[in-house]
Structure formats: structure tokens, C-alpha cells
């Protein structure tokens, strides 16, 4: 079982949201924190425990993880991975909503949101991340606990061959199931489900 949570809130309540990636390396504002927390008491109530777990190497992910390693005393200590680090949005970083849709229109963006596929101008490695994520499911046993962003998580589904719906992304504070069973078959049961 591969557990996959984007970070908490980075944005406090009324300010517009922005497109934050690799190069913009913000902490969780109090509400990503407890978002963080709410998944950690879930996870533990849950009765999860996790043989392994992997973080990107931002502060917002890591932060969220150690919130939730705080409910489960048993868990191993998270290690960072390089491979789970957000995309760079090149000439959108750090702009906002309004600002990149201007750029790259509403197709550009649906087609990242459906199907992963990158805008013009983004630096996102799809094919290289498929593979880290491929090699992820097939080498690891499980339970394990994976901590990104929302750019980086998508490619799990990619790789797994599976599909959420309408929408990749996962909601701050939210995550995603995926089983693979012996004969390596994945299977979805959550995604974008906060606590």
C-alpha cells in the first residue's frame, strides 16, 4: 500500500494563491500545519503503519510529514527523496492564477490537471518521474508513506496506469491510496480525500 499526501496550506486564508514549485520553497501557514496533524491522527486512528517513508526535500512537505510521524511513534524516521521534489513552472513560478492562465490559456491548463501533461515553459521531466515512481511501486513492500506536491504526486497515477476521474490533482492536506497485490496489479481506492 503507497499512501501519497501533498503538503499542507501554503497560502494564508485571502491571499491569492500562487503556483509554487521547486524553486519557491515556502513553510505551511498554521491551517497547513493542522492540516498536517488532521492527517496524522486519521493515519493513526486508522491503525496505519508505515514500513517506510519518503518526503520531498521542501520545507512544506517535510513539515507535514513530521506532523504526521508525531501520531505514529513506530514509524521510521522519513528520508528525503530527490525524485519527489514539486515541478519548476519556469516563467509561471511563483505567479499567480490569473496571471498563468493569461500565459498559457485554460487547454494548457486543463490538459496538466487530466492528463499531465505539461504547459509550455514548465520543467517537469515526466518521463524520468513515471520511472522513479515505477521503480518506487514495484521495489518497495509497503505500507509506505510518500510526502510531495501536487505536481509531483500526479505522476503516481501516470505510472501506476490509473486514473482519479476528471482531476489528478490532490487538495492541500489531502492524499491518495494506491495497492499493488502480488501479481503487481495496482489498484486506486482514494485520492484527493482529506481527513
Same mark, same amino acid.
Given at each position: 500500500?503507497?499512501? %501519497?499526501?501533498?503538503?499542507?496550506?501554503?497560502? #494564508?486564508?485571502?491571499?491569492?494563491?500562487?503556483?509554487?514549485? @521547486?524553486?519557491?520553497?515556502?513553510?505551511?501557514?498554521?491551517?497547513?500545519?493542522?492540516?498536517?496533524?488532521?492527517?496524522?491522527?486519521?493515519?493513526?486512528?486508522?491503525?496505519?503503519?508505515?514500513?517506510?517513508?519518503?518526503?520531498?526535500?521542501?520545507?512544506?512537505?517535510?513539515?507535514?510529514?513530521? #506532523?504526521?510521524?508525531?501520531?505514529?511513534?513506530?514509524?521510521?524516521?522519513?528520508?528525503?527523496?530527490?525524485?519527489?521534489? #514539486? %515541478?519548476?513552472?519556469?516563467?509561471?513560478?511563483?505567479?499567480?492564477?490569473?496571471?498563468?492562465?493569461?500565459?498559457?490559456?485554460?487547454?494548457?491548463?486543463?490538459?496538466?490537471?487530466?492528463?499531465?501533461?505539461?504547459?509550455?515553459?514548465?520543467?517537469?521531466?515526466?518521463? &524520468?518521474? %513515471? @520511472?522513479?515512481?515505477?521503480?518506487?511501486?514495484?521495489?518497495?513492500?509497503?505500507?509506505?508513506?510518500?510526502?510531495?506536491?501536487?505536481?509531483?504526486?500526479?505522476?503516481?497515477?501516470?505510472? &501506476?496506469?490509473?486514473?482519479?476521474?476528471?482531476? !489528478?490533482?490532490?487538495?492541500?492536506?489531502?492524499?491518495?491510496?494506491?495497492?499493488?497485490? #502480488?501479481? !503487481?496489479?495496482?489498484?486506486?481506492?482514494?485520492?484527493?480525500?482529506?481527513?
Amino acid at each position: 500500500m503507497f499512501v %501519497i499526501v501533498r503538503h499542507g496550506n501554503t497560502f #494564508e486564508n485571502g491571499e491569492p494563491s500562487r503556483r509554487v514549485g @521547486a524553486r519557491t520553497d515556502l513553510p505551511l501557514t498554521a491551517a497547513g500545519l493542522a492540516q498536517a496533524r488532521a492527517l496524522g491522527a486519521h493515519f493513526a486512528a486508522q491503525g496505519l503503519a508505515f514500513e517506510q517513508v519518503l518526503v520531498s526535500p521542501l520545507t512544506r512537505t517535510c513539515q507535514t510529514a513530521a #506532523e504526521i510521524l508525531d501520531h505514529m511513534p513506530q514509524a521510521p524516521e522519513a528520508q528525503v527523496a530527490e525524485w519527489l521534489r #514539486e %515541478i519548476d513552472h519556469g516563467p509561471d513560478e511563483n505567479a499567480t492564477e490569473d496571471v498563468v492562465l493569461a500565459r498559457i490559456g485554460t487547454e494548457a491548463l486543463a490538459a496538466w490537471d487530466e492528463h499531465a501533461v505539461p504547459p509550455p515553459g514548465w520543467r517537469v521531466d515526466g518521463k &524520468a518521474r %513515471i @520511472a522513479a515512481w515505477r521503480d518506487h511501486f514495484l521495489s518497495t513492500r509497503g505500507p509506505a508513506l510518500l510526502v510531495t506536491s501536487n505536481g509531483a504526486a500526479r505522476f503516481a497515477l501516470v505510472a &501506476a496506469g490509473l486514473s482519479a476521474g476528471s482531476s !489528478m490533482k490532490l487538495p492541500t492536506g489531502g492524499y491518495g491510496v494506491i495497492h499493488r497485490d #502480488e501479481g !503487481m496489479t495496482m489498484t486506486l481506492t482514494e485520492w484527493g480525500r482529506r481527513p
